[in-house]
T-cell receptor, first 116, second 115 residues
């Protein structure tokens, strides 16, 4: 149980285009999902906390208009990288916490974005 | 600011050697503590967690960790590593546990086990 799935697992796009990444909790409901960014050989950097039915809470330094987050249902959150540039190339990971749970997170497989 | 420190960046061991990976956090309140592992090409998986109770927790694949509150530490141990333990290991802390609370990760430690 507690499976989180991300799609796509990798994507290549041209500079200036927008890319949407989906995060789904397959066998549980998640009122809260988190989006992380991981640079090579570095830790996971929290970008934003996504709450179902409300606006996401962004960490300091993360551009809200650049990284649009939508948590439309208890099983789906999306991250849209708008007007992508090469510096946005990274590994994006989502995680979800089952509703009523205050502890561990379950992680998706990650999505590798390469912007040319 | 609250932070999580992992002391080594890259640890290289031979098979059957014992392992201890350090993790310290800076926060004086209630915490939940986790160790996650990321095998090459795979996503993060939970190794073990501490919420309360016995400070020595056992996880999957023979791993254990000990929470020492006075030292703000949660070190990961394994008596005898295997080649398949080669992976990236992340310590994470949930400060002020709650439904919306965030996990703060350490920088991770790369473990390479030589056959």
């Amino acid at each position: 149980g507690a499976v989180v799935s991300q799609h796509p697992s990798w994507v290549i796009c041209k500079s200036g285009t927008s890319v949407k990444i989906e995060c789904r909790s397959l066998d549980f409901q998640a009122t809260t999902m988190f989006w992380y960014r991981q640079f090579p050989k570095q830790s996971l950097m929290l970008m934003a906390t996504s709450n179902e039915g409300s606006k996401a809470t962004y960490e300091q330094g993360v551009e809200k208009d650049k990284f649009l987050i939508n948590h439309a249902s208890l099983t789906l959150s999306t991250l849209t990288v708008t007007s992508a540039h090469p510096e946005d190339s990274s590994f994006y990971i989502c995680s979800a916490r089952p509703a009523g749970n205050t502890g561990e997170l379950f992680f998706g497989e990650g999505s590798r974005l390469t912007v040319l | 600011a609250q932070s999580v420190s992992q002391h080594n960046h890259h640890v290289i061991l031979s098979e059957a050697a014992s392992l201890e990976l350090g993790c310290n956090y800076s926060y004086g309140g209630t915490v939940n503590l986790f160790w996650y592992v990321q095998y090459p090409g795979q996503h993060l998986q939970l190794l073990l967690k501490y919420f309360s109770g016995d400070p020595l927790v056992k996880g999957i694949k023979g791993f254990e960790a000990e929470f020492i509150k006075s030292k703000f530490s949660f070190n990961l141990r394994k008596p005898s590593v295997q080649w398949s333990d080669t992976a990236e290991y992340f310590c994470a802390v949930n400060l002020r546990p709650g439904a919306n609370s965030k996990l703060t990760f350490g920088k991770g430690i790369t473990l390479s086990v030589r056959p």
